[in-house]
């Protein structure tokens, strides 16, 4: 079964509305969860690294202030898409690392469609 | 910096017929090589890994991969290819020293009955 769960899994909004999605290690903790945006047809793209009772690492040209990153426990992180507009609409997907295992496969949540009218 | 490259953008393949979907890497240090399927509005799910030891990984679903140093490659292989294997696949690496993971661009492999 799923070990990263993903909420919601599909969000249509209007413009200017800011949107939560949230990430979910159901059991195994994870100091570290990645968040990728992947457009059609297109790979994935790391957004940033979300760090457990820290600041969110972002890659570069990804706004901070766009695109919010909470990871205030050991099992769950969030990002807000912040007065979202239509070119934010995309599919985004957070992954996680178990705790001390780096070197093993992440595991992937099933990913959130976001589509800004 | 860490890359990976994946050169075809779509393979077709006939059912029954082997399949290799191609996949190349370039790290500063030792790579981390991971192959992915994903389906249709879903995550990625994980197929196999290279860390360390044999070159010849097998993983889910009746896949292998090679890692082959010499030409930093980490190519997908299927001997025996089904309908069902049809989806987007990536490849991706980690160097050892680092945190995150890159993809490559994808391959959406198609196989035809």
Redesign the interface.
């Given at each position: 079964g799923a070990v990263v769960s993903q909420h919601p899994s599909w969000v249509i909004c209007k413009s200017g509305t800011s949107v939560k999605i949230e990430c979910r290690s159901l059991d195994f903790q994870a100091t570290t969860m990645f968040w990728y945006r992947q457009f059609p047809k297109q790979s994935l793209m790391l957004m940033a690294t979300s760090n457990e009772g820290s600041k969110a690492t972002y890659e570069q040209g990804v706004e901070k202030d766009k695109f919010l990153i909470n990871h205030a426990s050991l099992t769950l992180s969030t990002l807000t898409v912040t007065s979202a507009h239509p070119e934010d609409s995309s599919f985004y997907i957070c992954s996680a690392p178990r705790l001390g295992q780096d070197n093993q496969p992440q595991h992937f949540g099933d990913g959130t469609r976001l589509s800004i009218l | 910096a860490q890359s990976v490259a994946q050169p075809e953008d779509q393979v077709n393949v006939a059912e029954g017929n082997p399949l290799t979907v191609k996949c190349t890497y370039s790290v500063s240090g030792n790579p981390?090589l991971?192959w992915?399927v994903q389906y249709p509005?879903?995550?990625?799910?994980?197929l196999l890994?290279y860390?360390t030891g044999d070159n010849l990984v097998k993983g889910s679903y009746g896949f292998e991969a090679e890692f082959n140093k010499s030409q930093t490659s980490f190519h997908l292989k299927k001997p025996s290819a089904l309908v069902s294997d049809s989806a987007l696949y990536?490849c991706a690496v980690r160097d050892?020293g680092a945190?995150?993971?890159?993809?490559?661009?994808?391959t959406?492999l198609s196989i035809r009955p």
């Open positions: - | 981390y991971f992915y509005n879903r995550g990625l799910q994980f890994k860390i990536f050892n945190s995150k993971i890159i993809f490559g661009s994808g959406r």
